[in-house]
C-alpha cells in the first residue's frame, strides 16, 4: 500500500487549498482513510476521517465547517478541501488510511501547508 499526498503550497488567510491523497494497492482492505496534521513542536492530530463504506464523516472541532474531507472510491483518491484557511492550520498534512480488521495504520509522507496573515 502506497499514499502519496500533493496539493500543499503557501495561501493567505482566508484562502483555500485541496489536498489530494493517491492511494495505491490493495485498497479494498481499507475501513477508513483520514487527514492528519502535525506543526512544529506538536502531536500528530486527527483533522477529518471518513468511513469507506458508510461514507460518514468525522471533524476536529477546529476545522468544522471550513474543511471537507471526500473520497473517490473509483479513482481510489481521497481528498480534503480547505477553505477560510487560517494561520493556525500551519502544518504538514498526513494521508492516513487504516486496515479494516487489523487496524494497521498506513501513512503518507506528508505535504507542507503553510498559511499566511
Known amino acids: 500500500v502506497q499514499l502519496v499526498e500533493s496539493g500543499g503550497g503557501l495561501v493567505r488567510t482566508g484562502g483555500s487549498l485541496r489536498l489530494a491523497c493517491a492511494a495505491s494497492g490493495i485498497t479494498g482492505k481499507f475501513n477508513d482513510m483520514a487527514w492528519y496534521r502535525q506543526a512544529p513542536g506538536n502531536w500528530r492530530e486527527l483533522v477529518a476521517r471518513?468511513?469507506?463504506?458508510?461514507?460518514?464523516?468525522k471533524y476536529a472541532d477546529s476545522v468544522k465547517g471550513r474543511f471537507t474531507i471526500s473520497l473517490d472510491k473509483a479513482k481510489n483518491m481521497l481528498y480534503l478541501q480547505m477553505d477560510s484557511l487560517k494561520p493556525e492550520d500551519k502544518a504538514i498534512y498526513h494521508c492516513n488510511a487504516r486496515e479494516r480488521r487489523t487496524w494497521y495504520n498506513f501513512w503518507g509522507q506528508g505535504t507542507q501547508v503553510a498559511v499566511s496573515s
Open positions: 471518513i468511513i469507506i463504506e458508510s461514507g460518514d464523516t
